[in-house]
């Protein structure tokens, strides 16, 4: 990959790569470290990695730089979440948004990014594999049960209102 080529790549794929992972971690200083650390090292790689596979060097590398973070971040707040959630007559009315947004929080790590790679981002069954590196077969099971736990989440009212 040439230089320019992988200014190509940062201007194609920058803000893509940066929406996946702030809709993971929901910081967005930790989300732009994360892409940064990911276009580091395209450029350390470059002369490995093809213009064509960018793309998905960077989301695969994005991805797992993310899961790092979130390993060195993770804090247990059980009880005030708890707390929170008993809380049922105080919750204000939320709009889609907001709901998706707690319904998507609710979702495991692996399950949260099959989603949005496939659901907001837009990849192929395959693509995810190879982002997140499971086979395709894997990627529709995972899929399905992130969809039914959404799915379940959403219709109960007490999350709507």
């Given amino acids: 990959m040439t230089e320019k080529e992988y200014n190509k790549c940062v201007d194609l794929y920058s803000d893509n790569i940066f929406r996946f992972i702030i809709k993971n971690l929901d910081h967005a200083e930790d989300a732009r470290d994360v892409v940064q ?53 105080d919750h204000k009315i939320n709009n889609a948004k907001e709901v998706i947004a707690k319904a998507l929080a609710n979702l495991s790590e692996v399950q949260r990014s099959l989603v949005l790679l496939k659901d907001y981002e837009g990849y192929s069954y395959e693509e995810i594999g190879e982002i997140m590196q499971l086979n395709p077969s894997q990627v529709k099971v995972y899929l399905h049960r992130a969809r039914i736990h959404l799915k379940n989440y959403l219709v109960k009212m007490e999350n709507v209102i």
């Fill in 37 to 89: 650390n990911a276009f580091e090292i395209l450029w350390k790689h470059c002369q490995d990695v093809p213009f064509e596979k960018a793309k998905s060097y960077l989301f695969t590398v994005a991805y797992h730089n993310m899961i790092d973070h979130v390993r060195k971040t993770k804090r247990v707040t059980l009880v005030d979440q708890f707390k929170d959630e008993m809380k049922v007559a």
